[in-house]
């Protein structure tokens, strides 16, 4: 039995790399995102909710790798609604983070500091031989 596959057109071809630009600014967003994220909680959170507050952030990245996959594994019929579905949420939560920047007052008092600036500094031992 002699099988054979023909083709009209060989399709479209982008190579992989392309994808390289989009990591990569993905990846500094990423980076500024963390980074100003953190010391706000560490400025903002009282020195005994510090922990609990960084764990609850772990919390809400996985929280939202799962809406992922369940939205990922819900069968629909055009990807477009798919897409749809996701930018709803994107402008439900910007508008959400847009409302809390707005009504949220910052505590701004030094004692929210993890340790004072004597316990910054180095302790210096002399060794006599």
């Known amino acids: 039995m002699d099988v054979r596959l023909f083709t009209k057109d060989e399709g479209n071809y982008i190579h992989v790399l392309w994808q390289l630009p989009q ?10 995102f963390v980074t100003t994220e953190m010391k706000f909680i560490f400025t903002e959170a009282p020195i005994s909710m510090k922990s609990f507050i960084a764990s609850f952030k ?3 990245i996985a929280l939202g790798s799962l809406l992922v996959i369940v939205i990922s594994s819900m069968s629909f019929k055009n990807q477009a609604h798919e897409f749809l579905l ?3 949420l994107m402008v439900a939560d910007t508008l959400l983070l847009g409302y809390f920047s707005v009504v ?7 004692i929210t500091d ?9 302790e210096e031992t002399t060794v006599v031989n």
């Open 23 to 32: 990591y990569f600014i993905m990846s500094i967003a990423d980076i500024v």
């Open 58 to 60: 772990l919390l809400t």
């Open 86 to 88: 996701y930018s709803g």
């Open 104 to 110: 949220y007052r910052s505590k701004n008092t030094n």
């Open 114 to 122: 993890a340790m004072t600036p004597n316990e910054n500094k180095i």
